[in-house]
């Protein structure tokens, strides 16, 4: 028997265990869902355990646990890693999920659920590579895996663990799905991953909610200075970031590097189509893909303040709150961002206006070079697979545990992502496609097999 | 018996009852308090009646019902309206009362609760003053009681039943409670309302939420677009409004005029104290005070989009909102606002956006002739129980339906107030104060008996 052989026969099973993987809802943001992430935890613990792994570990942090295996083969074999996170994002607005976003349907020949892409469906090809090559004798490479439960949360502990235990991780390079394919056709592996660096940022002016009929003209609003803030931080012209200094460390890629990375743009008029806006937006100088791949951003990523209910009430709010962060690209360092960011609101002043500064978290950016062997064997694997010799991608995407690892470790990160920038990662209807689901456990067990 | 005596004897018994009154949460912008409201309506038809109405009448609309009552003493007497409103402001924020807004204390001389100023409080004046005059035989003016549910939602079924029964209204001025006294020991009658007009402004942008990593950058979020248009309403250095044709309309007053609005001043540094900022804001050319009460103002009341929970979510919102109020002066109209508005928005493109406006509510401005008989007899009414001659006072609120009031029957409104500014209406701990409650009384009781 080899392992296609056993893919073949045993393909719905597969799935059928990855529903039960994506019935728990292991939203780390949320505390509610606490007892539901630690049973996500266990349950993984329990897969590995069953799929043959020697040592199965459930590593205590601060909050959620870190899930960690071994399969050794051969003292002198090449240790590859494994990384993924158990965890999911929050699920609202739950009203615009076709089914309930813990409850796995199949529908197109997709799977529909929080988590299905990101990354439960993704890292579960790895779950089942280490079953098939175990029980087949194939495996050619001593594994370890090191899941995390907080990965929507920024990694802090992942990022601790790693910062105090990184001499003790030997290997060569560290394998990860938690990424887009250029197309279901087109075979892609990341190369590039933005960082981030996320904030919470208060406006406070009186101490209570006044009546706007009363002070309104002689009272400053919290929330036109927050708007202010936002409008004063990204030059609507040119769309570039008017943080000072922010720009200092960005790389400029060479003409031959842009080259490559247009190799995996979008089809604007696609993206269009699909996100239903008429019309994309980009930095003066780069398209709109390279906007979102290979240069810093800026969002607000919520907003609120006042009265929110329904119908009307005539106040002006005691305080505004808005989350903004920030992309990043190589090479600058979310910490010199974090501390501009903050200068620059220290220095934005709104008479009336007292405003705060809440870091949650930050990540550096990731570059894996083309000529790592890893890659290379990474690649001709998906070739295999597909058909077609994989792009190098460039991605809008952060993954900052990965930067910290890569920095501390020297492993590469090899990004074989087999997800869609379609599977609404992040948003209502997230899903997986099954083929690609079948093709990444395909590609995982063609690489670790030779 | 006259009433002063019965006030002196009986005031305890009066504050308890205006307990019963404060306890029922008669919240109009929120229909789960709906049943509240109705039962609110029926305690205040039976107030009436134990207090000696002729006849009391539950006129139902299509949402609240108004509470009219009348009492006649002599066919040639002048008759004499009163308004007020039995509604309440939504409580939220919860957490910041010191005691629930529904559980009525005394603290300091003061009763707390949602409705003690605005406007149960106030309006309780005249129950009880009717009471009075009735017992003593002392009124000598017939009595039209007006009252509504849905003041703090615009009034728009009072507005209605005006516009279809006006023609039948007869009567000489409209006495109303529903203001600030200058100061505790300050009298003073409103002469001077502004009117409202009150929207929610949304934006749209892609049709989900996006993952702010793979598409930041490269496209537009509606946050940032709301922000802007904010913004763009109003320029940041003179504090006007930036709506084209939005002063056409404005009367500008004449220096003596700017002399009487001056009296009633608030002292800028007591204000500051009391609202905890460290500097109030104006239009160019025009006081804190002015800007608030003879200049029209602009506010955002609330701001909501995206991920607004705990913790972090990293997504392009596919939408944003804010409900927008402006407040109007005497000759602005409410309509001809409105339509300016929704050409603004109609016309501040922003790529990727498309923007929707629903107006809420409108209101015109309201002003009352100083050498109005009406005016003259308050005044003198005031003076006798205060001690001194009340000012003319130029308020900031609005209450849209005496504007229509006025217009249609030709009766100016008597704003006699007995709240204070720092009563806190419309936010957490409104108060009203015991003092001032029983001279509303005396102050009702001295001009109807004379």
Chains 1, 2 share one sequence.
């Not at 265990?17 to 613990?45: G, M, N, Q, T």
């Not at 996320?198 to 919290?222: I, K």
């Not at 709104?350 to 550096?364: L, S």
């Amino acid at each position: 028997m080899d392992w296609k052989t056993l893919i073949e026969d045993n393909f719905e099973l597969f799935v059928s265990e990855l529903k039960e993987f994506l019935k728990i809802p292991s939203v780390s943001a949320d505390p509610r869902f606490r007892d539901d992430v630690f049973e996500c935890a266990d349950w993984l613990i329990k897969a590995l355990k069953e799929a043959g792994a020697d040592k199965v570990e459930l590593i205590p942090t601060e909050r959620y646990p870190l899930v960690y295996a071994e399969k050794n083969v051969d003292d002198n074999a090449p240790t590859i890693w494994i990384y993924g996170h158990y965890d999911v994002q929050p699920p609202d607005p739950l009203d615009q999920w076709t089914t309930p976003p813990f409850e796995p349907h199949i529908r197109d020949g997709a799977i529909y659920a929080r988590g299905a892409s990101d990354d439960k469906g993704q890292l579960f090809i790895y779950v089942k590579a280490l079953e098939l090559l175990n029980e087949t004798g194939q495996l050619k490479y001593n594994l370890r895996f090191l899941i995390e439960g907080e990965e929507e949360i920024g990694s802090p502990n992942l990022e601790k663990y790693i910062q105090n235990n990184y001499e003790s991780m030997k290997g060569e390079m560290v394998l990860v799905s938690d990424t887009a394919l250029p197309g279901p056709d087109k075979p892609g592996i990341t190369v590039s991953l933005r960082g981030i660096c996320y904030f919470e940022v208060s406006a406070y002016g009186p101490s209570h909610d006044l009546h706007s009929g009363t002070y309104g003209g002689a009272v400053q609003n919290p929330v036109h200075a927050l708007a202010h803030l936002i409008i004063a931080l990204r030059d609507p012209i040119t769309g570039r970031i008017m943080i000072p200094g922010f720009y200092d460390d960005v790389e400029e890629l060479s003409p031959q590097e842009r080259d490559l990375v247009r190799q995996g743009s979008w089809n604007n008029d696609e993206i269009k189509a699909s996100l239903n806006v008429d019309t994309l937006v980009s930095e003066a100088g780069f398209s709109p893909f390279e906007s979102a791949t290979i240069r810093p951003s800026m969002d607000v990523n919520g907003i609120w303040g006042g009265y929110i209910g329904e119908g009307s009430k005539t106040i002006i709010p005691a305080e505004a709150h808005a989350k903004i962060s920030f992309r990043l690209v190589a090479n600058q360092s979310w910490q010199k961002i974090n501390e501009e960011f903050k200068k620059f609101v220290e220095d934005f002043k709104v008479p009336g206006i007292r405003f705060e500064v809440k870091t949650f978290h930050g990540g550096d950016p990731v570059k894996t070079p083309l000529d790592f062997w890893g890659y290379v064997k990474a690649s001709e694997a998906m070739e295999k697979v597909f058909g077609k010799k994989p792009i190098p991608v460039y991605t809008g995407g952060s993954i900052p545990v990965l930067a910290t690892w890569q920095r501390k470790t020297g492993m590469h990160p090899i990004l074989m992502g087999f997800g869609l920038e379609s599977d609404r990662i992040h948003a209502p209807d997230e899903h997986f496609r099954l083929d690609l689901f079948r093709k990444g456990i395909e590609t995982v067990c063609e690489m670790l097999s030779s």
